[in-house]
Protein backbone atom coordinates (compact mmCIF):
# COMPACT_ATOMS: atom_id res chain seq x y z
CA UNK A 1 0.00 0.00 0.00
CA UNK A 2 1.20 3.72 -0.71
CA UNK A 3 2.01 5.82 2.02
CA UNK A 4 2.45 9.53 1.88
CA UNK A 5 4.30 10.31 5.54
CA UNK A 6 4.26 14.30 5.62
CA UNK A 7 6.30 16.04 8.23
CA UNK A 8 7.94 19.60 9.36
CA UNK A 9 5.28 21.31 10.49
CA UNK A 10 4.85 23.22 13.86
CA UNK A 11 4.35 26.43 15.62
CA UNK A 12 6.15 29.26 13.88
CA UNK A 13 5.47 33.34 14.61
CA UNK A 14 4.72 35.52 11.81
CA UNK A 15 7.62 36.03 9.61
CA UNK A 16 9.35 32.70 9.81
CA UNK A 17 10.02 29.97 8.07
CA UNK A 18 9.34 26.08 8.32
CA UNK A 19 10.51 23.05 5.57
CA UNK A 20 7.84 20.39 5.02
CA UNK A 21 8.77 16.96 3.72
CA UNK A 22 6.94 14.34 2.09
CA UNK A 23 7.93 10.69 2.07
CA UNK A 24 7.02 8.38 -0.21
CA UNK A 25 6.88 4.49 -0.04
CA UNK A 26 5.59 1.76 -2.63
CA UNK A 27 5.97 5.06 -5.42
CA UNK A 28 8.47 7.03 -7.36
CA UNK A 29 7.46 10.34 -6.78
CA UNK A 30 9.26 11.27 -9.74
CA UNK A 31 7.06 9.87 -11.70
CA UNK A 32 3.90 11.68 -11.04
CA UNK A 33 2.93 15.37 -10.51
CA UNK A 34 2.87 15.96 -6.95
CA UNK A 35 1.30 18.57 -4.93
CA UNK A 36 0.76 20.03 -1.80
CA UNK A 37 -2.20 21.18 -0.22
CA UNK A 38 -3.58 22.25 3.15
CA UNK A 39 -6.89 22.64 4.88
CA UNK A 40 -7.47 25.12 7.67
CA UNK A 41 -10.33 24.52 10.31
CA UNK A 42 -13.80 25.01 8.86
CA UNK A 43 -12.60 25.56 5.14
CA UNK A 44 -12.33 22.93 1.97
CA UNK A 45 -8.35 21.45 1.45
CA UNK A 46 -6.80 23.99 -1.42
CA UNK A 47 -3.96 23.22 -3.67
CA UNK A 48 -0.78 25.47 -2.69
CA UNK A 49 1.81 24.18 -5.24
CA UNK A 50 2.57 21.45 -7.79
CA UNK A 51 6.21 20.02 -8.23
CA UNK A 52 5.62 18.09 -12.13
CA UNK A 53 7.62 15.21 -13.53
CA UNK A 54 9.23 17.37 -15.72
CA UNK A 55 10.28 19.63 -12.75
CA UNK A 56 8.24 23.01 -13.19
CA UNK A 57 6.00 24.52 -10.91
CA UNK A 58 3.09 26.18 -9.67
CA UNK A 59 2.14 27.80 -7.07
CA UNK A 60 -1.37 29.34 -5.89
CA UNK A 61 -1.50 32.90 -5.55
CA UNK A 62 -1.38 33.36 -1.98
CA UNK A 63 2.18 31.45 -1.21
CA UNK A 64 4.00 32.76 -4.43
CA UNK A 65 7.02 34.12 -4.08
CA UNK A 66 7.04 32.64 -0.25
CA UNK A 67 6.89 29.01 -0.26
CA UNK A 68 8.53 27.09 -2.77
CA UNK A 69 8.02 23.22 -3.55
CA UNK A 70 11.42 20.86 -4.53
CA UNK A 71 11.88 16.98 -5.35
CA UNK A 72 14.64 14.95 -4.40
CA UNK A 73 14.57 12.21 -6.52
CA UNK A 74 17.38 10.11 -4.06
CA UNK A 75 15.21 10.82 -1.17
CA UNK A 76 12.26 9.97 -2.84
CA UNK A 77 10.69 13.07 -1.07
CA UNK A 78 8.59 16.31 -2.06
CA UNK A 79 9.51 19.36 0.10
CA UNK A 80 7.82 22.72 0.96
CA UNK A 81 9.94 25.32 1.94
CA UNK A 82 7.89 28.08 3.82
CA UNK A 83 9.25 31.47 4.13
CA UNK A 84 7.64 34.66 5.60
CA UNK A 85 4.71 32.79 7.09
CA UNK A 86 1.07 34.41 7.87
CA UNK A 87 -1.44 33.18 10.74
CA UNK A 88 -3.57 32.70 7.39
CA UNK A 89 -0.93 29.70 6.32
CA UNK A 90 -2.04 27.91 9.51
CA UNK A 91 -3.36 24.27 8.30
CA UNK A 92 -2.72 21.14 8.37
CA UNK A 93 -0.69 20.25 5.17
CA UNK A 94 -0.85 17.56 2.94
CA UNK A 95 0.53 15.78 0.02
CA UNK A 96 -0.43 13.74 -3.27
CA UNK A 97 -0.10 13.15 -6.61
CA UNK A 98 -2.16 14.94 -8.98
CA UNK A 99 -4.57 13.55 -9.66
CA UNK A 100 -5.07 12.60 -5.92
CA UNK A 101 -4.11 8.70 -6.51
CA UNK A 102 -3.06 7.89 -3.48
CA UNK A 103 -4.86 7.90 0.19
CA UNK A 104 -4.44 11.17 2.35
CA UNK A 105 -1.85 10.91 4.80
CA UNK A 106 -2.45 12.35 8.36
CA UNK A 107 -0.76 15.51 7.47
CA UNK A 108 1.46 17.97 9.48
CA UNK A 109 0.15 20.80 11.21
CA UNK A 110 1.73 24.24 10.83
CA UNK A 111 0.63 26.98 13.44
CA UNK A 112 1.70 30.57 12.67
CA UNK A 113 1.22 33.16 15.24
CA UNK A 114 1.04 36.58 14.62
Known amino acids: QVQLVESGGGEVQAGGSLRLSCVAS????????MDWHRQAPGKQRELVATVTTGSSTNYADFVKGRFTISRDNAKNTIYLQMNSLKPEDTAVYYCNSRPAYFSWGQGTQVTVSS
Open 26 to 33: RIIVSSFD
